[in-house]
């Protein structure tokens, strides 16, 4: 019981909060940068909000559907002809790799592959000379295609991203605190270091 | 090597051939809206898809075509889907569902029209809720009942969303169900402001002068509010001075003094009139 009566000083009362507060700081914020962190790379599935146009974009994981939808398209298309074999097969590949890509940076270089094919695709179509019904399922899966890469060029996730990382994580202190807690920066939508 | 292996090896090669083709030479079945290659369904759900679909296309020109196959092979349910979906030329409203009875898989795809408003997740929610759980369990006529009836259900209220087929009075019915408690609120607020709006009445038809017009902020405070009632009445006079005694001094003028109030114009600024007691809200309504 004597013990017990050091914890009625004020000294001791004193001591245990600023125990309490040194130790709650710095776990706070390590949970506040996490969600901060966790907030920016959820707009790439649900949209960014576009300050400046006053509205919530679609979301970069909506136009990568988009583009997997479109690719789909094609390959049905191009597997009608055999003098397309060889696109067809790389645009069906392409779009595999995007539905199993897990992270972020997966899906970008899944994307970028996609883009490539879809690219040698369209090259090589009018050469198989296509029939008028698939000639109209290329022009309307091609546009998709194509507006789906525009729209994720102007999706704002990026640039949410950057913005997030030079602004919060690249100040005093949560710099420091996400060195000290290894806090990762969101994942942008490209080659990652 | 014998004749034997070589016989084997040979039919291997044709089985594989043929399967790998099957998914992309198919054609549609004699009735187009069912295409059973695996021969699981029974001749009753083969009329119900097509009943189902003879209304669907007099609703909106939409199509639910079903396929069921042994195998797709080498190919990809989503890849086989939408390329019988093009091969076919299904409706742009249309959805078509090819399942593989021996590989447990299959999807649905749908036409450029409703793409939109039937995307893949909910694609895939239908298949969980009515139909894989049939189909897993060979039940095929049941998960193709079962699916088709769901997705003209989504039909008719998609359709009706869109203004086509429903009444005004069940769009009226809609919209109070859906606002049922904003309702409520709004009726108890209308039926406070009415009975405020009473008892103002009342207040001013006490004092017997003309009604003002009533203010609905008036029941945060109106002039009313302050009236406590009629006043009770005055307790008994005190006795005079004894019978027959002084009377008390006379005042100067006519029986006694003027309480002040007056009832006609004067020249005065109101400061020697005398009102009711109360006190102006604050408002001022005409020209400033």
């Excluded at chain 1, 996730?157 to 100040?171: Q, R």
Aim: charged share 20%.
């Amino acid at each position: 019981m004597n013990g017990l009566k050091v914890f009625k000083s004020r000294k001791t009362a004193a001591a245990i909060l600023a125990l309490v507060i040194l130790a709650a700081t710095p776990l706070g914020a390590y949970l506040s940068l996490n969600k901060a962190a966790q907030r920016i790379e959820d707009g790439f599935y649900e949209g960014v909000y576009l300050d400046d146009q006053g509205y919530t974009a679609g979301s970069m994981d909506t136009y990568l559907s988009d583009a997997s939808r479109a690719a789909l398209g094609l390959v049905t298309a191009g597997s009608n002809y055999d003098a397309l074999d060889a696109e067809t097969q790389e645009l069906r590949s392409a779009r595999e790799s995007l539905l199993s890509a897990g992270t972020i940076e997966e899906k970008y270089l899944a994307n970028e592959r996609m883009r490539a094919a879809f690219e040698a695709f369209s090259a090589a179509f009018p050469g198989a000379v296509p029939s008028d019904y698939d000639q109209e399922s290329f022009d309307t899966y091609s546009e998709l295609f194509t507006q789906s890469q525009s729209a994720m060029e102007h999706s704002g996730y990026n640039e949410s991203v950057d913005s997030f990382v030079s602004s919060v994580m690249g100040a005093f202190p949560a710099k420091l605190i996400a060195a000290v807690f290894s806090i990762d920066p969101p994942e942008s939508f490209g080659v990652n270091k | 090597m014998s004749r034997k292996r070589f016989a084997s090896i040979l039919l291997c090669l044709i089985m594989a051939i043929s399967l790998a083709s099957t998914a992309m030479a198919l054609d549609p079945g004699p009735d187009f809206y069912v295409t059973d290659e695996a021969g699981v369904l029974s001749r009753e759900t083969v009329d119900y898809v097509i009943s189902v679909n003879s209304e669907l296309e007099e609703l909106c020109g939409g199509q639910i075509v079903i396929v069921l196959v042994d195998y797709f092979g080498d190919v990809y349910a989503d890849e086989f889907t939408v390329s019988l979906f093009n091969d076919w030329q299904v409706s742009g409203s249309g959805m078509l569902l090819a399942a593989s009875t021996q590989e447990n898989r299959g999807g649905i795809t749908v036409g450029s029209e409703i793409e939109g408003s039937f995307p893949d997740s909910m694609k895939s929610q239908y298949l969980d809720r009515y139909f894989w759980d049939d189909f897993d369990d060979g039940s095929y006529d049941e998960a193709v009942t079962n699916l088709v009836g769901s997705l003209y259900d989504w039909y008719q209220d998609e359709y009706a969303r869109n203004g086509d087929g429903i009444s005004f009075f069940e769009r009226l019915i809609s919209f109070i169900i859906r606002n049922i408690f904003l309702i409520i609120f709004l009726v108890l607020v209308l039926m406070i402001v009415l009975a405020d709006r009473s008892r103002y009445r009342r207040y001013y038809f006490g004092l017997g002068i003309p009604i003002p017009r009533y203010h609905f902020w008036y029941i945060f405070g109106g002039p009313h509010h302050r009236y406590r009632g009629p006043r009770p009445p005055r307790g008994p006079r005190p006795p005079r001075g004894g019978f027959g005694g002084p009377r008390p001094p006379r005042g100067s003028g006519f029986g006694g003094r003027s309480g002040g109030g007056f009832g006609g114009r004067s020249g005065r600024s109101g400061g020697s009139f005398r009102g009711g007691g109360g006190r102006s809200g604050g408002g001022f309504g005409g020209r400033r």
